[in-house]
């Protein structure tokens, strides 16, 4: 994944280009670049290696003046990160920039071909075919058929294979963009006698609110006083513009010392804004229902539920497995994205099919979500993003309220993901007989109640901190649990992983004897997620073998019953509220175990919003 950024106006280009891509640093930060083009006619280049900084004090010895320009953050997919490899890429003339977003399969034939007829390579990357194609479809088909820019990059298109958002500029056409897009984001936000291009929301917030989302195969020629849209095959359309309400503010680190700390702190109001539009209160104030009638889910009863997602939104669904199986008696099983499409499921109109996604663009669940949509199951999207590919192309989408999550690791997205889940879960098993209107009421109320738990779980913020302190270099990190407690050792492990770059894996607690005990040792830091009091001996047991190995312990259990078990056999006992339900324990749960990665990397110097070889969306395969 990689950030795009594009401005055609009456204000200096560059400090906008800048700007938009240290709003989308989270989607790549390997290099970065823009190319301005100068008031002279001059297409200039400006890109460095490394962080947006090094782009920056780059700039600083020089900075291109313009109107009209193109940038680009990089996470690499084809050649290293380098300077030379970072984008804007130009045409052998100099006089074509391209920005891309995504993977061209077949650039190596392409490459070979274009150099056969004069073209003269830089980089290493996929992205400079693009425009030496472009180029070449303006300047050598020129003269036969008057093409303009905008047809040359029809042309082009039509011989790329892959995935691509594009902006391109050329010196030629100083009073426009051109913006193309085929299974990558690309957003145009509309100003006043100015206009802006990126790959996200966020870069755009600043300077408009009111913004096209680009579709498949759907292009746009953006002026300074107004935007063209096209069809991939040249044909203009018309589409009315989307007002974004999110709040500028929310964009920003608001004096956390990082984005993860502060989305981890935002996660009450975040699970608040999911879960109280969606509750129906009775006359005294007291949750009474769920209103989902939207959705129209249960207009016949349903035989399976089927969750598909990838990373942190397919440890939501493996929770959300447990949930609808305890709460709704339904079957329900969890298909990563990434094999789902492959596997040939046997799906049936009968069967209800949740796609999760907290960016709607992610690669692999784009496909397996089109793959069901030809399958006659039903179909629901849950995201955060209104207006991305997912809930543009689903019947019914079930959104996310937590606001932009721009650290790379999820943690908002994962418990606003829950909430969806626990919502659609307890009405189906009220609509279907599964749960009395007693303990539905009674469950509503617990649901209810989650922000202000989340709120005394990170009221432990300093306990585990200094924990963190003495884990934080343990060579390896085991997490375990059973049942919903081993969908959160997942999560759990995940995180720390991703941020700490520690090898740390999950599993459930009955097959610590079928394996993983045979690398315990006093390089080991066991973390024991256990919120059932029925599983509580079973646990203990567990404890005391890995402690008996030289492990350290911590445990993450209920008040009450769970400090009683677990304080006399473990290093450390953090606490969690009691829920009415343990379906919503996991919620708690997780709260903690994203605080000790991200104060593990801390204290490892790490950056947690920017994890080595991560980005925030995958949106290629």
């Known amino acids: 994944m990689c950030g795009i950024a594009g401005y055609v106006g009456y204000r200096e280009a560059a400090p906008l280009l800048t700007g938009a891509l240290r709003k989308l640093e989270y989607r790549g930060y390997d290099s970065a670049g823009i190319a301005v083009l100068e008031t002279e006619g001059v297409l200039t280049v400006c890109k460095a290696k490394g962080p947006l900084d090094a782009l920056e004090r780059r700039l600083a010895e020089g900075m291109p003046h313009g109107t009209l320009g193109i940038g680009h953050t990089r996470w690499a997919t084809h050649g290293e990160p380098s300077d030379i490899n970072s984008h804007p890429h130009t045409d052998t003339h100099g006089a074509i920039a391209v920005v891309h977003n995504g993977i061209i399969e077949n650039y190596l034939p392409l490459k070979q071909w274009l150099e056969a007829r004069g073209a003269v390579f830089q980089s290493d990357t996929d992205t400079e075919v693009i425009a030496q194609l472009v180029s070449y479809y ?35 056409f100083p009073d426009r963009l051109i913006a193309v897009r085929k ?25 408009t609110r009111e913004v096209y989302y680009l579709e498949d195969h759907e292009a746009a020629v953006v002026y300074r006083d107004h935007v063209d849209l096209y069809t991939g095959e040249g044909e203009r359309i018309i589409k009315n513009p989307v007002h974004v309400d999110w709040d500028t503010a929310a964009a920003e680190k608001a004096g956390y010392a990082h984005f993860m700390l502060k989305e981890i702190h935002e996660q009450p ?18 949750p009474c229902d769920i209103n989902l009638d939207a959705l129209d889910l249960f207009k016949t009863p349903l035989r399976r ?9 397919a440890h939501a669904a493996i929770v959300a497995k447990y949930a609808f199986i305890r709460l709704a008696r339904i079957h329900a099983e969890v298909e990563l994205a990434s094999e789902f499409r492959y596997g040939e499921p046997l799906l049936s109109s009968d069967d209800l099919v949740i796609v999760v996604s907290q960016s709607g663009e992610t690669a692999d669940t784009l496909a397996a979500m089109r793959s069901v949509k030809k399958s006659g199951a039903r179909l629901l999207a849950i995201t955060n993003v209104v207006g991305s590919t997912l809930a543009r192309e689903t019947d019914a989408t ?5 606001g932009p999550e721009i650290a790379v690791a999820s943690t908002k997205a994962f418990t606003t993901q829950l909430i969806c889940l626990y919502l659609i879960a307890l009405k ?25 738990g989340i709120e005394a779980v990170l009221s432990q913020t300093e306990l585990v901190q200094r924990f963190a302190a003495r884990q934080f270099n343990k060579s390896k990190v085991f997490f375990m649990g059973r049942q919903f407690d081993y969908a959160t050792a997942l999560e759990s492990a995940l995180k720390l992983k991703e941020i700490n770059y520690t090898h740390s ?39 005391r073998e890995v402690r008996s190995r030289g492990a350290s312990t911590l445990v993450i259990t209920r008040k009450g019953a769970g400090e009683t078990a677990f304080a006399p056999v473990a290093e450390e006992v953090l606490t969690l509220p009691e829920t009415t339900e343990a379906a919503f324990a996991p919620l708690l749960a997780v709260i903690p175990a994203q605080l000790f990665a991200y104060y593990c990397a801390v204290q490892r110097g790490n950056d947690p919003d920017k994890p080595r070889n991560l980005a925030k969306s995958v949106t290629v395969e």
């Open 138 to 172: 303006y300047h050598v088909e020129e003269a036969r058929t008057h093409t303009s820019l905008f047809d040359a990059v029809l042309s082009a298109l039509y011989r790329l294979e892959g995935s691509y958002a594009l902006a391109v500029a050329a010196a030629a």
């Open 183 to 207: 299974d990558s984001p690309l957003i145009i936000g509309l100003g006043t006698k100015e206009n802006f291009l990126a790959s996200d929301a966020p870069a755009l917030l600043a300077h």
């Open 269 to 286: 109001r975040a699970v608040t804004d999911t879960l109280r539009p969606r509750l129906v209160y009775d006359s005294a104030g007291i």
């Open 305 to 313: 539920i089927v969750l598909t997602a990838c990373g942190t939104a």
């Open 398 to 402: 079930f959104y996310t309220w937590a």
């Open 428 to 452: 189906a098993g009220f609509v279907q007989g599964a749960l009395n209107n007693e303990r539905y009421r009674a469950a509503l109320a617990g649901l209810e109640a989650l922000p202000s």
């Open 505 to 543: 894996e999950a599993f459930a607690a009955g097959e610590l004897k079928h394996g993983p005990i045979a690398l315990v040792d006093t390089d080991t830091l066991v973390v024991v997620i256990a919120t059932d009091p029925a599983l509580f001996d079973k646990v203990v047991s567990n404890i």
